[in-house]
């Protein structure tokens, strides 16, 4: 069975930066591709970024371009997401998932397993 874990999340002024782990155990962590999604308050769940197997292919929504960024290491079962210059509007659960294969989607519905998320507050 696949189990994800987040970490990082914390409290952070505005223009602060913070760095997201998802530990993937279970399975073999490269045979996943992974996604990274937020539930701000009151609104829906959102994707942000999302990185294929080998970590060759990256997409990211245009609201984080230029200041979230995706990686991963195959050899530490890990996946980050580094997020820079944070905003208040980016006070959120995130939360990072996994679906098997080597294909990057924006859609929830395609992802597999979720973390239980990590919450980010982004004080003004």
């Known amino acids: 069975q696949v189990h994800l874990a987040e970490s990082g999340g914390g409290l952070v002024q505005a223009g602060g930066s913070l760095r997201l782990s998802c530990a993937l155990s279970?399975?073999?962590?490269?045979?996943?591709?992974i996604a990274w999604f937020r539930r701000a308050p009151g609104k829906e769940r959102e994707f942000l970024t999302t990185i294929n197997q080998s970590g060759s292919s990256t997409f990211s929504v245009d609201s984080v371009k230029g200041r979230f960024a995706v990686s991963r290491d195959n050899a530490k079962n890990t996946a980050t997401l580094q997020m820079n210059n944070l905003k208040p509007e980016d006070t959120a659960v995130y939360y990072c998932a996994a679906r098997l294969g080597d294909y990057v989607s924006v859609h929830a519905y395609e992802y597999t397993y979720w973390g239980q998320g990590t919450q980010v507050i982004v004080s003004s």
């Open positions: 279970g399975r073999t962590f490269s045979s996943y591709s």
